[in-house]
Structures are given as C-alpha cells and as structure tokens.
C-alpha cells in the first residue's frame, strides 16, 4: 500500500487512502459519523417520549431496591419524573460515514490529476477510459461509544457495552 502522503487532496476534511493493488482506487474516511438522511434528505431518527403513572400493585426497579434496603429511586430523583409522573425516551437514529457528492467531485478531479502525473513521471501511458474510482471501506468490527450530558448532574454514567453483559 502506498503512503497516503503520496497524495495530497486540498481543502476537504476527508482521509484518502489509496488501494493497496489498483492505483485509480481510493478510499475516503470522512472525520465524524453524521445522522443518515432519507432519499427524501430528512435525517433517520426517531424519538418516542412517555409519560405515566405507575400501574397499582406494579413491581418497579424503585420498589425491588426498596424491598433489598435499597434507596428509593423515585425518593432519590433518579428516576425522571414531569409533574410527578415517571417520564423518559428512547431515540433511535441512523448514522453513517459519508461525503458529499460535491466534495468527492473535488476529490476525483485532484487525484485524477495526481495519478496522470504519476504515470508520466514512471513513463507509462494511462490506459484508455481511466477513471478514479471513489469508495468506502467495509467496517467489519468495531465499538460505538455515545456520552450524554444530564445538564443537572453533569455527565451521566455510561451503560455497559453490549459484551459485557453476557
């Protein structure tokens, strides 16, 4: 693979490395996840919000750690309530690692010339219908790590990883 200080692409916040094998292929990484928008351009997310009572005779978190000598959750205020009543969200949303067509048009056109460059300084010909090729890498593995801010108590604790529970 070659060194991606080989080429040099101006003015995008985006990583360009070269393919180990074929020199008209590069892959981008741009610096941050973004939410992933919908053919219509609207952002893949959803938030459900409740609100409610606790049914009679119900068993909740706060009653079981009452039961073990435990604090009383709601008692303590950690469990969120809005006029009395228990009260939360879930947030789901989509993200990806992508780049803007305008920006990976930016891209191609200087590494088009860099590569043309290339062949000349080595005294080959560029093959007839050369073309940069622009693609993502494959994550194949990884963690997500998401910190919110409770702007009451400062940062909230992290859940454990999906690993560590089983």
């Known amino acids: 693979m070659e060194n991606p200080q080989d080429f040099r692409v101006d003015d995008v916040d985006v990583t360009v490395y070269p ?7 590069f892959y981008l990484i ?41 604090p009383d959750a709601m008692a303590a205020g950690t469990i969120p309530t809005v006029d009395g009543e228990v009260a939360g969200a879930f947030l789901t949303f989509d993200t990806e690692y992508s780049v803007d067509e305008k920006v990976k048009d930016n891209i191609r056109e200087q590494l088009d010339a860099q590569v043309k460059a290339k062949y000349l300084r080595e005294g080959k010909a560029v093959p007839e219908g050369f073309q940069i090729v622009l693609r993502q890498p494959t994550w194949t593995d990884g963690d997500v790590h998401l910190l919110m801010e409770d702007t009451s108590n400062g940062l909230l604790p992290a859940s454990p990883s999906p690993a560590s529970r089983r």
């Not at 919908?38 to 068993?59: C, H, I, M, S, Y």
């Open 19 to 25: 393919d180990s094998q074929l020199d008209y292929v």
């Open 30 to 70: 741009p610096p941050y996840p973004r939410f992933r928008r919908d053919a219509a351009g609207k952002p893949v997310f959803q938030l459900l919000k409740f609100r409610g009572n606790v049914p009679a005779g119900a068993t909740t978190a706060a009653a079981t750690a009452t039961e073990k000598g435990q």
